[in-house]
């Protein structure tokens, strides 16, 4: 069965840091792939999303960037945090190619200091 | 700019009622989905609907779509606490299964 791994679950940066989170996907082949961000008691806003290696679009423009280095990886990153960077930050994946559900991690909370 | 929209925001029902939630879209799509999310917890996938006209069932919860109306609907049957959370829908805008989110309805059921 497939899964799906977020880490870390939990993060506090000072402004002007640098930040990295990873997403990995086990037991599926060439998913599609996605970065999320949910601000506290509101709806979800799609980052990134990526269909195959070294393939990224990005939704939005921020000091925010994503990269996918392996079929099953995919990496969100900054090179200095803002205030309005926090927020919880949702990975997903989906089958590639074809209308289906996302399937999402359990997320990880970033506090800006 | 695809535009998801869903009402109320908030809801507030005592256990037993029965209840709808609604969710709008802007834009032509036959693939929406609905999704619940526990407080400070991750998204768990409910329904897929696929096409005009889809219905589905899972518990005390039905979810329906009428794409010609741009309109799904999630309706909550003699509610249960247990399902108190925050329900999502999501339409999917193209190929590429990219996701755009509704607002979100806040659902607490009151014993």
């Known amino acids: 069965s497939q899964t799906i791994h977020q880490w870390p679950a939990t993060l506090v940066q000072p402004v002007g840091s640098p930040l990295s989170l990873e997403c990995t996907v086990e037991g599926t082949s060439n998913p599609n792939l996605y970065w999320y961000r949910q601000a506290a008691g509101r709806g979800l806003q799609l980052l990134f999303y990526s269909v195959g290696i070294g393939q990224i679009s990005s939704e939005v423009p921020q000091n925010l960037s994503a990269s996918r280095p392996q079929d099953r990886q995919f990496i969100l990153s900054s090179k200095k945090l803002l205030l309005s960077d926090s927020g919880f930050y949702l990975c997903?994946?989906?089958?590639?190619?074809?209308?289906?559900?996302?399937?999402f991690g359990d997320g990880t909370r970033l506090s800006i200091l | 700019e695809l535009k998801v929209e869903q009402n109320p925001l908030f809801l507030s029902m005592q256990e037993g009622k029965n209840y709808t939630i609604y969710c709008n879209y802007s834009t032509t799509s036959d693939r929406l989905y609905w999704y619940r999310q526990d407080p400070g917890k991750s998204l768990e996938s409910l329904f897929v609907?696929?096409?005009?006209?889809a219905v589905k069932q899972e518990g005390r919860l039905m979810a329906s779509l009428d794409t010609k109306a741009r309109l799904s609907t999630l309706h909550i049957t003699a509610a249960v606490h247990d399902l108190s959370a925050t329900y999502f829908c999501?339409?999917?805008?193209?190929?590429?299964?990219?996701?755009?989110f509704g607002t979100g309805t806040s659902l607490t059921v009151i014993p």
């Open positions: 999501a339409v999917d805008r193209s190929t590429g299964n990219q996701f755009y």
């Open positions: 997903a994946w989906s089958v590639g190619g074809k209308a289906s559900t996302q399937h």
């Open positions: 609907l696929l096409s005009n006209g």
